[in-house]
C-alpha cells in the first residue's frame, strides 16, 4: 500500500473553480524520506487549487514547526517554519519536460494527482539558513544556558571589562 495515497488529490472529475484541502504533517511523514534534514516536526498545509480546463494553479501555504538543534546554544528547539508557494500544473496529452519549477505537466487522463513530495520539498525550501531560537521574547526557553554563559563572557563580568580593553591603550607607530 502506498504510504502516500492520504496526499493524492483526485483530478478525475473534478469540477471547475476553487476546491480547499488540509494537511498535517508529522514525524511519521518526514521519515518516509531517506536522507531527510527534518526527522521530527508538525507542519499544517492549507491548499488551495483552482481547476481550470487546461490547467490547475495550487497554493500552498504552510505553517508548523520542525525540531532542530540550536546553532547557536544546541539545544534541542521547536524551530518555527511559515511560508507559501505556487504550483502550477498543466494538462498534457503527453508526459512533458520543463525548465520552469513551478510548472508540472500531467496527462489530461490522470485520476489522481500526488502533492506529497511537493509538500516534503515546501517544507525543506521554509527552512531558515540558521537554526537560533528567539530566547528574548519567550519566558521559559529551552536555552542552554551554560553554553550562552561561554559565548558571552562580557555579561558574565561583573566589572564590566572585557579582556580586549587592554588592546585599546596599544599605540601603533605605522
Not at 46 to 53: I, S, V
Not at 90 to 113: G, S
Request: aromatic residues 10%; hydrophobic residues 35%; proline residues 6%.
Amino acid at each position: 500500500m502506498d504510504v502516500f495515497v492520504a496526499y493524492s488529490l483526485p483530478i478525475q472529475g473534478l469540477k471547475s473553480g476553487v476546491h480547499h484541502y488540509k494537511f498535517e504533517l508529522d514525524n511519521a511523514f518526514f521519515a518516509q524520506f531517506e536522507g531527510s534534514p527534518v526527522q521530527d516536526g508538525k507542519v499544517h498545509f492549507d491548499l488551495e487549487l483552482d481547476r481550470r480546463p487546461d490547467m490547475m494553479l495550487l497554493q500552498f501555504t504552510l505553517e508548523g514547526y520542525v525540531g532542530a538543534e540550536c546553532d547557536r546554544c544546541t539545544a534541542n528547539i521547536h524551530l518555527p517554519i511559515e511560508d507559501e508557494q505556487q504550483l502550477i500544473v498543466k494538462f498534457a496529452e503527453e508526459d512533458m519536460e520543463t525548465d520552469d519549477e513551478e510548472v508540472i505537466f500531467i496527462q489530461r487522463e490522470a485520476p489522481e494527482f500526488n502533492v506529497a513530495k511537493y509538500l516534503y520539498e515546501f517544507v525543506v525550501l521554509a527552512l531558515p539558513i540558521t537554526n537560533t531560537y528567539d530566547c528574548e521574547n519567550d519566558p521559559n526557553p529551552p536555552c542552554n544556558r551554560e553554553v550562552l554563559k561561554h559565548l558571552n563572557p562580557d555579561q558574565n563580568d561583573p566589572s564590566g571589562s572585557s579582556i580586549w580593553d587592554s588592546l585599546k591603550n596599544l599605540k601603533s607607530d605605522n
